[in-house]
């Protein structure tokens, strides 16, 4: 995290950035669309092949789906009707949290960035439009019809070092995807590699550094300028809403780690939660009977019981003598703390909770975040 100082690991002079997945949230448009496109061969997606494509061409995914569906098309034809129900879509691709700040930052600190796609130039040009200064930000922007063989070959980014003019080893290269790591390792670049499936960090072992969103991003690791932006050990977000009533959990809140939580249906919410990282935040809850509190939450897959959806774990902070199933919760989440983790016991689970709870407890008090306890979407009373 940017408030403790971190050992740094290389000294580098430019950055190098993938688009698809590491800036933009491009897997839900992507899902969308072929949701909608494989009806019409009778077929379903299921998300199966999102591994497979991640850090390919176009074509190479459009092969992949073809292939795996039995499509029973050529897949130069399966590209033509697919390509403009894209384009149509890009307006719509949300940058992933932290995509912005980092931009930003490096642009602010006059560090050289790059941009080195898969995509063809053109698509990426038109992607990057829809994005406030993001155009103007990258003194290079290649795509991979500008290459001989894409990603995982290394050629992209060779080509874009050497139109930086920075030499390979003096450059950081940031990834979703495995060819994409690939690619920078094997350019003689620093990579860092931000996962954009669940539970896949076992694939990146090549990468110089794993790490779950854009927020856990330490700049000054690779002699960066560091992000100031970070207040008593929280880094604000753009508030976001999410309620409901109150359910059962998995029944570990109270009886095992002493934390009563508060758990909430991800059903009709499983795309809002797909947008942000899994971490730990907090903000404000209102419970439609009692009124306002402080609350912190953990939202992912858990680690450490291995959750096989992810879900949303709020901890009021707050002492209640009853159970409160059934009631409407709404929450306004203001700010982060930290990534998912794992522990080696469920005493530093517990004890990390508590110290979670006791930040929340603090930085809540801050006029920054006390402010959003009167956000209209608390008020059901």
Avoid at 157 to 173: I, M, Y
Avoid at 196 to 207: F, G, V
Wanted: proline share 7%; net charge negative.
């Amino acid at each position: 995290m940017s408030t403790t100082a971190q050992p740094l690991k290389k000294l580098v002079s430019g950055v190098i950035l993938n688009l698809d997945g590491t800036l933009l949230n491009t897997d839900g448009i992507l899902s969308e669309i072929l949701k909608v496109f494989l009806v019409k061969y009778g077929k379903q997606w299921d998300g199966r092949e999102a591994l497979k494509i991640a850090g390919k061409t176009p074509f190479e995914s459009a092969a992949v789906i073809v292939e795996d569906y039995e499509l029973p098309c050529a897949t130069e034809e399966f590209v033509s009707e697919i390509t403009p129900m894209f384009s149509n879509q890009w307006c719509k691709i949300k940058a992933l949290p932290g995509a912005d700040r980092l931009i930003k930052h490096l642009r602010h600190h006059e560090v050289p960035m790059a941009l080195a796609s898969n995509s063809p130039k053109e698509n990426i040009e038109a992607k990057i439009s829809y994005h406030e200064g993001w155009k103007e930000t990258f003194s290079v922007v290649i795509g991979g019809d500008e290459v001989r063989i894409g990603k995982p070959s290394p050629e992209i980014f060779l080509e874009a070092a050497n139109r930086l003019k920075v030499e390979p080893p003096n450059l950081l290269v940031i990834e979703d995807s495995v060819p994409g790591v690939t690619a920078g390792k094997a350019a003689g670049m620093e990579v860092v590699a931000v996962p954009s499936l669940p539970k896949q960090t076992h694939l990146y072992t090549s990468a110089d550094e794993v790490i779950n969103s854009l927020l856990d991003l330490g700049p000054e690791k690779w002699g960066l300028p560091p992000f100031q932006d970070w207040i008593e050990r929280t880094l604000p977000v753009e508030p976001w809403h999410i309620g409901g009533p109150v359910i059962k959990g998995f029944g570990r809140g109270s009886k095992l780690l002493g934390v009563p939580t508060a758990n909430l249906s991800t059903e009709g919410y499983s795309d809002l939660l797909s947008e942000h990282p899994s971490g730990v935040y907090f903000g404000w809850a209102g419970l439609s009977a009692r009124g306002v509190y402080k609350m912190v939450t953990s939202i992912g897959w858990n680690p450490y019981f291995d959750n096989k959806e992810k879900t949303i774990e709020p901890w009021l902070l707050h002492k209640f003598d009853e159970n409160f199933y059934g009631e409407e919760l709404r929450l306004v989440i203001v700010g982060y703390i930290q990534a998912e983790a794992n522990f080696p016991s469920l005493e530093s689970l517990i004890a990390k909770i508590h110290e979670d709870g006791d930040v929340a407890e603090r930085a809540l008090g801050l006029p920054l975040y006390a402010k959003h306890r009167d956000d209209l979407y608390l008020k059901m009373y």
